[in-house]
Every structure is written in C-alpha cells, then in structure tokens.
C-alpha cells in the first residue's frame, strides 16, 4: 500500500499536576510515519505508535485524535492502523 503523506505524531510527554501521564506540558513530536488521511480518518502502517490525546501533523495541518486507534485486519494479518480525527482548533 501506498502512504503518500508524512504524519508527525505529537505527544504530551509530562504528567499533570495529579500525576496523570500525558496530560500535561507541551506537545512534543515523537515519530514521523508514513500514512494518508481521508476524510476524518487517517491510516497508517500496521502497528504505528498512536495513542488517544496525540496530535497529528500533515502538511500544515493539525489533527486532534479522537478515541483509540483501530487495527484493521484481513483475515491473515493486520494491514491498517486507523485513527479518527478532528481539526485542531487553537
């Protein structure tokens, strides 16, 4: 499979003032992957390192992820890593 675009993954690495992890702190960027984004959605590689409250960066556009990501599976293996998004709003 094709993945045209450069996703950079922004991640809150520092805890909040109750201890919660990546909760608190700036976004800091933490992998550039390989993936395309269509429509609210973008698909990685399998197995890409995303999680829930990461940001997403393509092109000049952020993205924040909503909910977990999913593993998508054909019968034999895993072949897609889908994350919803919404547009970042500052």
């Known amino acids: 499979m094709r993945f045209p675009d450069a ?3 922004l ?9 919660n992890p990546g909760t608190g702190g700036p ?3 933490v992998a550039v992957l390989a993936g395309f984004r269509a ?6 590689a399998p197995g890409a390192n995303i999680q829930r409250g990461d ?3 393509i092109g000049p556009d952020t993205f924040d992820v909503e909910g977990d990501p999913r593993r998508l599976r ?8 889908r994350v ?6 500052r």
């Open 39 to 44: 429509g609210d959605a973008v698909y990685l």
């Open 84 to 89: 919803a998004v919404r547009p970042h709003r």
């Open 7 to 9: 996703v950079t993954v």
């Open 27 to 29: 976004f800091v960027p």
């Open 74 to 81: 054909s019968p034999s293996r895993e072949v897609l890593t």
């Open 11 to 19: 991640r809150q690495l520092a805890a909040d003032e109750y201890g």
């Open 55 to 57: 940001r997403l960066t």
